[in-house]
């Protein structure tokens, strides 16, 4: 790689790197710490801050509530990351066997990535609405009733599918890329040895791609714990009993409809030390496991 | 250009180069710090000397939460208001009442704010304790009568002896019905129940028969249950729902255990269906659609349901339910306009205009007409009865009915005054939900009380 | 406890014996692939279906599937869409704003890329790993600090404010990185040897062998942009500079009032799906290209 270092000037280097270091630091280091520090405050509108050293943090380490809160939200994290992640592979593996017709199922599994959360949320809404949904009808005839307003576990499934199908797009791209990148001649000599179907996928392909999935993994998991909010808002409110409270709608919420800053703050902090955590743990498992090319 | 020597190359860059990407760099950061300093240079000069705000624009700028048909009536008004009197209005939508509050709060920590900004009834305890509004009272002009609110309305938004914030579209929940599905299953659309038994044997007729999928439906908004508490004469909370004083109690009297066994054997009957949390399209629908022969919701739907059902059914309004066959009366609910303190003096005077502008009687006829918000002054209602509005159009009329009708000394019939109001909103809600598909009533309500006093006490302490 | 063992193990195998079987008959194999994706397809695609359909509808109250024929209202709900409540001037406020992100970040993260690839730098990995980092800060992690600052340098309700904040990409940086290092050393070395100066280098050797990533990298971003949804709602106050994504709401109507949209709001909604989804259509093939993840 320092073959490539062609470049010494550290000013140059400097001037490069400035405008990506400064906006980093200005717009997002710099009130992330503003952030940290308003964690440590009971902070809302019209009052003045009022410091209270670690109370909040004291107030969530002993509210179940909190606990539970982060109990589905890291099996929320697993679910979607597992799920996307498997319905992709397989669909991906499906369109790289096809002869013909790739480009319109490429198209087909990955537009709703250019969809917005919001929407989506609207429209898994209409079709899975307990009375109203369009699915609901044909669902409840083959014997499962649909009541996730009412019934928690529910809930928490309609939103997992629906952060599952939202981000299916994303990671179908990353992963055609990826399989497109497995030489044909692999594929053509692990087929003459009898090696077929599924069995190429998991034990020759899956190695292979290894490190986009590694990234994979990363990116869904930043997805579930991050981006999730719009679906928990739009849907079911954090409800019902708490079930779909998960971490980022519970801040969002603390924040932005509460205007409880300080604490919202510390959900924040919390929130980005969890993550972090299991980005760590993500990192040296698949350390471990991943395979790199010559 | 110089080669440079070894191969690697030093670390030089070409003087022609250094020179191109300092001036980028230069114009760059230029560019952002001059703007930066215009930004703050632009802020904090307000068009009066010492005015703590300054205005957003020129024009009077009106943050509310109308969207849709609501909101091009907004616009109209406005342009009618130019078209009067010179003065120029943008109305600007700001998506939901909360986001209305949040800009707003935001607003006074950055120092542009606007000329009036419209907050639900809810969120009226969090604006006046900034302590950065002035009422209405004093802005209005003074040939403006303040006694030409009804009294109800006017009550929920004077504080200490004045009117703090301009009502505008205001409202209350009433029960629609479906006159067709009635008479279908043997009810008299014309004697619609008024108690919780009531809607319970009206439900029943209608499911039994298979008239109808479910009986009745509501959003699942607070709303809803603080009408159960006003028609029973009970407040919510404590001090006169906070008027008389901080609010440190949620509480429970025996009419709200009846109510939540009521709702759940509704429920668990399927009398009853849950659209989901402050559903309010969903619950229309499912109405609209005839999957549920009565609808609990805001006055304000009238107009949208009479274009809904057209063709399809007959819709008719009736009362809200109550608990018992008490009924004092109901809470008020919607948004009002208020102005915040500070700004230059003389804004003042055209924002006083506008105000009387929007309270005028055409206006408010011609508001209520258009989105079915109760109007508010005497004369406006004096003016719709001598076109005989409200004969032709009944289902107007119930709201209004019912509003009359309330006992207005009633602490209950006041809206509850809080600060954590969306707080203890959500409380409500959740809670609400998870009592009706639980075992044990009771404690599911206490669960309910115990929660809203901490968000209570955390706010207040 | 071994020899129980034996019997899920026997059973493992014929399983996978049959599952091989079942995917190698040759005809019924083919076949078979495309129906399974038919099926994963439109499952994924139907919300799409719903949406398109009920955006054609009068109301759009839709419960069933046999609800789901399009409408005649199309015409009708978009241009209300378009030209009542001016959602035309939502949508050109987000074109402006995603093409001005596009810009900023194609043009600073190429730079910042070119710096950690071909710069000498010091403490290298740390700098990578602080542009890398800001992936863990999020909008929600720090919009209310951010808004504060944003209001303290003037910049609210204006375009700086929703295209500076977003300046800074780490994924692009990443995707850039992982798209030079993949450029032979040669090139370069044979490039330094012939005295180009960065910005020549930049101009005549990077960019030209990097426009599927360019390309590709460009159509994210968009997306991105173009979806934002959270920043521009607390940050814009006037309709006039507000986003198509914030100014669905608009459409929304006043629920309170029984304002029943569905189909408006569906209309506003496939007018805000457009864009991203037709730049991601014609530019598959690049998008497609800048996500393989070179091998280190």
Redesign the interface.
């Known amino acids: ?13 400097a ?7 400064v ?2 630091f ?7 710490a ?2 940290v520090r ?1 964690s440590f405050f009971d902070s809302t ?3 003045s801050d009022e410091f209270i050293g670690i109370e909040n943090y004291v107030s969530l380490a002993t509210d179940p509530g909190y606990r539970f809160s982060l109990a589905i939200t890291v099996l929320f994290g697993l679910l979607v990351v597992a799920g996307v992640m498997v ?1 992709s592979l ?2 991906t593996f ?2 790289h ?3 013909y ?1 790739e ?1 319109v ?16 949320a ?6 899975i ?7 609901t ?2 669902i409840e005839s083959l014997g499962f009733a649909v009541d996730w ?3 928690g576990w529910q809930a928490f499934v309609v939103i997992t599918v629906a952060a599952i ?1 939202k981000q ?2 994303y990671n179908v ?2 992963m ?3 399989m ?2 497995i030489p044909e001649a692999l594929t053509e000599t692990a087929e003459l040895d009898g090696v ?4 190429r996928l998991i034990s020759i392909y899956i190695p292979i791609m290894s ?2 999935l590694f ?1 994979l993994v990363i990116i869904n998991t ?1 997805y579930a714990f ?2 999730t ?2 679906f928990v808002d739009l849907m ?7 079930s779909t409270n998960i971490l ?1 709608f519970d ?3 603390e ?5 409880n ?1 300080g604490m ?2 510390t959900k ?1 902090v919390l ?2 030390i969890i ?2 955590i299991l ?1 760590y743990i993500q990192f040296q498992l698949t350390e471990e496991y991943s395979h ?2 010559a | 250009m110089p080669a440079s020597d070894s191969p ?6 070409s003087d022609d180069t ?1 020179r191109s ?2 001036r980028g ?1 230069a114009t ?1 950061l230029g560019a952002g710090s001059m703007t930066a300093l215009a930004g703050c240079a632009g802020g904090g000069d307000g068009s009066g000397g010492d005015s703590q705000f300054s205005p957003i624009a020129e024009e009077l700028t009106v943050w509310h939460a109308m969207g849709g048909e609501n909101g091009e009536t907004l616009n109209q008004i406005a342009s009618d208001f130019e078209d009067e009197t010179g003065t120029a209005v943008n109305m600007e939508f700001q998506d939901s009442y ?1 986001n209305v509050l ?1 800009n707003t ?2 607003a ?2 950055s120092g542009n704010v606007s000329d009036m900004l419209q907050v639900d009834s809810l969120f009226a305890q ?1 604006v006046l ?3 950065q509004i002035r009422s209405v009272e004093e802005i209005l002009p003074d040939d403006f009568d303040a006694d030409a609110f009804l009294d109800n309305v006017a009550d929920f938004f004077t504080i200490d002896g004045e009117l703090s914030s301009m009502p505008f579209n205001n409202s209350n929940a009433i029960m629609y019905i479906n006159r067709d599905a009635f008479e279908e299953a043997g009810l008299d659309p014309d004697d619609p129940p008024t108690t919780i038994e009531g809607v319970r044997a009206a439900s029943e007729a209608l499911v039994n028969q298979d008239v109808t ?2 009986g009745i439906t509501w959003p699942n908004h607070v709303w809803f249950v603080e009408h159960f508490y006003s028609f029973e004469g009970e407040t919510m909370l404590n001090n006169e729902n906070g008027h008389s004083g901080t609010p440190t109690e949620f509480r429970t009297p025996d009419a709200v255990y009846d109510l939540y066994e009521w709702w759940k054997g509704m ?1 668990d009957d399927e009398l009853y ?6 559903a309010w399209g ?1 619950a229309t ?2 109405f609209v ?1 005839e ?1 549920v022969g009565m609808l609990m919701t805001s006055t304000g739907s009238a107009g949208g349901l009479i274009a809904d059902t057209e063709g399809v059914f007959d819709v008719d309004a009736s009362p809200h339910p109550s608990i018992s066959d008490t009924r004092v009366g109901p809470v008020i609910g919607g948004a009002s306009f208020y102005v915040p303190d500070g700004l230059p003096e003389e804004r003042y005077e055209d924002i006083g205009q506008l105000l009387a502008f929007m309270a005028d009687p055409a206006v408010q006829v011609d508001w209520h007409k258009q989105t079915g918000y109760y109007p508010i002054t005497e004369s406006s209602i004096e003016e719709l009865e001598s076109e005989n509005w409200f004969e032709e159009n009944p289902m107007y009329a119930t709201a209004l009915e019912q509003l009359q009708a309330a006992e207005t000394d009633n602490p209950a019939t006041s809206r509850i005054l809080v600060g ?1 109001a ?2 203890v909103q ?1 409380t409500v ?2 809670k609400s ?2 009592i ?2 639980s075992d044990d009533i009771a404690s599911g309500i206490e669960a309910m009380k115990q929660q809203a006093e901490e968000e209570l006490d955390s706010y207040y302490n | 406890m071994a020899g129980i063992l034996q019997y899920p193990k026997r059973w493992i195998r014929t399983t ?1 014996r049959r ?2 079987a ?3 008959t040759a005809g019924i ?2 076949i078979g ?2 129906v ?2 038919v099926v ?2 439109s ?6 279906v ?2 398109a359909v ?1 955006s054609t509808k009068g109301v759009g ?5 046999s ?2 024929l399009p409408g005649s209202y199309a015409a009708e709900n978009y241009r209300e869409a378009l030209v009542d409540y001016n959602f035309g001037r939502f949508m050109l406020n987000s074109l402006v704003m995603s093409v001005v992100i596009v810009v900023g970040k194609l ?3 190429v ?2 890329a ?9 403490y290298k990995d740390l ?1 990578f790993l ?2 890398l980092f ?5 909008v ?7 808004f ?2 944003i209001n303290d340098l003037g910049w609210g309700n204006t375009l700086l404010a929703i295209t ?2 977003y ?3 780490a994924t692009t ?1 990443f995707i850039l990185r992982q798209h ?2 993949s450029i032979p ?1 040669s090139i ?2 044979n ?2 040897i012939d005295g180009i100066g ?1 910005v020549k ?1 930049m101009l005549y050797v990077l960019i030209p062998m990097s426009k599927g990533v360019l390309v590709g990298v460009s159509i994210i971003m968009f ?1 991105f942009a ?2 934002q ?2 920043w521009p709602l ?1 940050i814009i106050d006037s309709q006039a500079n507000q986003v198509a ?1 914030v100014g ?1 709401a608009l459409l929304e109507g006043d629920v309170q009032s029984g304002e029943l949209a ?1 189909a408006l ?2 209309a506003g ?1 496939m007018l ?2 457009l864009p ?2 037709l730049l ?2 014609v530019f ?1 093939k690049p ?7 070179q ?2």
């Not at chain 1, 001037?15 to 270091?21: A, C, G, K, N, V």
């Not at chain 1, 609207?122 to 079709?127: A, G, K, P």
């Not at chain 1, 077929?196 to 069995?199: A, E, H, P, V, W």
């Not at chain 3, 800001?134 to 999020?138: A, G, N, S």
């Open positions: 790689m320092s073959k490539r270092e062609v470049f010494d000037s550290r000013l140059g280097a001037l490069l790197l400035l405008p990506t270091i906006v980093s200005l717009f997002l280091y710099y009130p992330a503003l952030a308003t509108f019209g009052r319905f397989y669909v499906l369109i066997e096809v002869d017709g480009s199922y490429l198209i087909s599994a990955i537009w709703p990535y250019a969809l917005p959360p919001a929407v989506a609207l429209v898994f809404t209409f079709i609405h307990p009375t109203l949904g369009v699915l009808g044909p307003f009412n019934t199908w299916i797009g791209i990353f055609v890329a990826a497109n990148n077929s179907g599924l069995r490190p986009t990234f930043i991050f981006s909010f719009a079911t409110g954090g409800g019902p009993s708490s980022i801040l969002y919420q924040g932005f409809s509460f205007f800053f919202a703050s924040s929130l980005f993550v972090g980005m790199y090319g | 690697l190359g030093n670390a030089d860059m250094r990407v300092l760099a760059l909360e949040t709060l935001a006074f920590d969090q304790d900034t302590g999928e479910f429920s269906t849950n659209p989901g949390i402050e969903e629908s499912l659609e999957r954590p969306r707080a959500t809600q959740n939900v998870e009706i598909n | 996978r599952t091989d079942f995917f190698s194999e083919r692939v495309h399974q994706l994963l397809v499952l994924v695609l139907f919300p799409i719903v949406a009920v109250i839709v419960t069933s599937v609800d789901l043009a600073v993260s730079l910042a070119m710096a950690i690839v071909y710069y000498r730098v010091p700098v602080f542009i800001t992936l863990m800060l999020p929600p992690v720090r919009f209310v600090p951010l504060q600052l500076v904040p300046i800074a990409s940086v030079f290092l050393s370069v070395e490039a330094k960065p280098f997306v173009w979806n949804y959270l607390i994504q669905l569905w709001v569906m909604s805000t799906l991203p989804l991601m259509i598959r998008l497609l290209n800048t996500f393989s993840i091998q280190k």
